[in-house]
């Protein structure tokens, strides 16, 4: 009987090429810094550094952002957007939720946190009007009710899974979206020039997918961040007398 | 309570052969203060009782951990349990010093803690010290409930930063988790992963050319509005650190990296001192160990 395995190979084989387009377009839209969920105005800390001069150049801030996509961004959230995809898939609205406050509480600042939730629950709603769906609405009505805060990386990782985008593509597009947010943050605080960071991001490509790569195989128990200088710098951001920024 | 077991806890047969310290004590209030009674506890962790340091129905509880340190393959594991409305400080007789681990096992140091309604724990170990080739899993958990007060520290000092030339971020495996729940969700987690040479290389830079890191969490249903303010006043201006104070709903948390252990231990006690009144209702004051 091989016939009917070869025909159910060829008509999915047609469905994702038909959805291809869909897809990437769905990634560049939410990824975009103009899709509205403020995440462009978050600095992570990175303000607190910048206000200090500890970043005063490309270099500097370029070697900063490295370390924060590798032992902060990529072992939480991009993990998490991962960890997200795969509950999602399974229609597992508590293990969603129990993700969703292991994100919360690996951020120990009070403004990192509010920036995860922030842009969490933007995203949800833009999410919802954008596209028209409500695949998420189990989800968005456990932060309405408070079960659980709503989280970037879970509501990102989740949306990706409901328009049918495999975990890697979503992990790999959430940094890429992060980074060049925080690239866009020191680009204006420093300043940097356009082309310079540009390159910033371009120069972190096999960063982002190592990164993507590692995300996607980070057990739920490991995530979690090594960047406690970082941490020190989003405590102290509270008190800046002068913030451009959120966080 | 959340998590109320008090069962005798027993070593996990995956782990391979190496001291198993294990201490399991139930904080009870009688006669109007609160008494520490061992449930059980083996070798090398020792009972040697408690006292009464503040002079008033708080018990001080040191805890006396592997002697000697941590070899490849040792665990240790301290679980307690605080009844409603006791209070109790735990505190050790000195720092948590891991040693090389050349078969690659793991060493390993656990604490339970679960803090009944109306209960205050203050935990104040000493800090970890991972040396060279040594490979390290610490795991701190702390269950509260709602009304429980907490003031609880943790460190990590990233070798013998003064023996020889400094031997410090020369560890092998290091995961470092402070976990707290509070009417069993989790509020915080601070998890350090490194194990894979060029994280824990890149930990000296992450960590600002510092080789310690402390943190204070602190918890109490009703902290006042600017008590954030009084920490932050308190823990700066400490020679050598870099420090910062946040606040998350009713928990406080206090970040802190030093190029000297005396330098974060000032800063952590700094910390206590704007919080204790707050969270104890007392004032903060040196621990005596000896």
Known sequence: MPTAPIIITITTAITMSTNAPDRLLYLLQVANASFPTGAFNHSYGFETWIDSGALDDAASFESACRDWLRYAAVPTDGAAVAHAHRRAAAGDLDGLVDLD?????LKLSRESREASFKTGRALLGAYRDVFSADSLAPFAEATRDGRCEGHQAVIFGAAAEAQGIGADDAVLAFLHAALSNLVSVGARLIPLGQIESQRIVRDAWPLLTQGADQACTTEIDTLGSATAGLDVASMRHERLHTRLCMS | MTEPSSAPIQPDPEWIVGKYALMNVRASSRLGRTEIDPLCWRIPFQWQGYHYQDHDDQPFMLLVNSGGGF???DVSHFHGVLEPGTRALFTTTASSKFYKCPGGAISREIVDLHVGEDALLEFCPDEAI???RSRVHRINRITLEPSSRLFATDMVSAGRVHYGDGEVFRFHHLVSEFRITVGGRLVSLDRLVATEPEAIASLQRLWQERPHMATAFAYAPDLTAAVEDDVHEAIEGVAGTEAGVTRIGNLVIVRILSHETWQA?????????????????KAA???LKC
Do not use: C, D, Q, Y
């Open chain 2, 265 to 281: 231990h000032e800063a952590l006690f700094n910390a206590w001192t704007a919080l204790r009144p707050a969270i104890a209702g």
């Open chain 2, 285 to 287: 004051r040196p621990i």
């Open chain 2, 71 to 73: 070899v490849e393959g």
């Open chain 2, 130 to 132: 991972p040396f060279a």
């Open chain 1, 101 to 105: 406050h292991i994100v919360g509480a």
